[in-house]
């Protein structure tokens, strides 16, 4: 299966501040890469699919980049309510795998 | 309004089951592949099973292969999901999660129901 890794595993950044999450795939998934954001308590939100479009509803400060095995997600000015936990996930190829994960906090 | 509803969670002993179901509403349910998606206390997220919108396709983690059954009920657009022979490891909280029209790519997650599986 495609491990996804994350880094860093936690970010402290303050409100304003830019945001630079990374995630590596251990094999080429394509474009085929999204981003979840989850905050304690709550199910996961999609962000990002196919490694740069934002879904419905999400705001422009958030943008992804990347292909084949390098991809990024980027806050480019955090608001309070973008501390959270940040998974990437993969549907290339079967299993669907996700990421383990970055926590963005103050 | 997307909804999707969990229920039937709750405290099994190992080697127990547990039927978990998923009520959607403000969708169409038929045309759309669903799944579980797990995350256990404190950890990541952890893919279980899948099924096409008109169940005759299903898929699963290896993890979970030949203990827990993923079916659906078009007609109460209804999600479950059947688990047997449970093991510590498997305590968790259950998403159902939605597919969108794009293949394979949630869109659409529950708010959860927690299984815990302990003696």
């Known amino acids: 299966e495609i491990v996804l890794t994350q880094s860093p595993d936690t970010l402290s950044l303050s409100p304003g501040e830019r945001a630079t999450l990374s995630c590596r795939a251990s094999q080429s998934v394509s474009s085929y890469l999204a981003w979840y954001q989850q905050k304690p308590g709550q199910a996961p939100r999609l962000l990002i699919y196919?490694?740069?479009n934002r879904a419905a509803g999400i705001p422009g400060r958030f943008s992804g980049s990347g292909s084949g095995t390098d991809f990024t997600l980027t806050i480019s000015s955090l608001e309070p309510e973008d501390f959270a936990v940040y998974y990437c996930h993969q549907r290339s190829n079967w299993p669907p795998t996700f990421g383990q994960g970055t926590k963005v906090e103050i | 309004e997307v909804q999707l509803l969990e229920s039937g969670g709750g405290l099994v002993q190992p080697g127990g089951s547990l039927r978990l179901s998923c009520a959607a509403s403000g969708i169409t349910f038929s045309s759309y592949a669903m799944n579980w998606v797990r995350q256990a206390p404190g950890k990541g997220l952890e893919w279980v099973s899948g099924?096409?919108?008109?169940?005759?396709?299903?898929c699963y983690a290896n993890s979970v292969r030949g203990r827990f059954t993923i079916s659906r009920d078009n007609s109460k657009n209804t999600l479950y999901l059947q688990m047997h022979s449970l093991r510590a490891e498997d305590t968790a909280i259950y998403y159902c999660?939605?597919?969108?029209?794009?293949?394979?790519?949630?869109?659409?997650w529950g708010q959860g129901s927690l299984v815990t599986v302990s003696s």
């Open positions: 999660a939605k597919d969108s029209t794009i293949p394979r790519l949630i869109d659409y």
């Open positions: 196919d490694a740069s």
């Open positions: 099924i096409s919108g008109g169940g005759d396709s299903t």
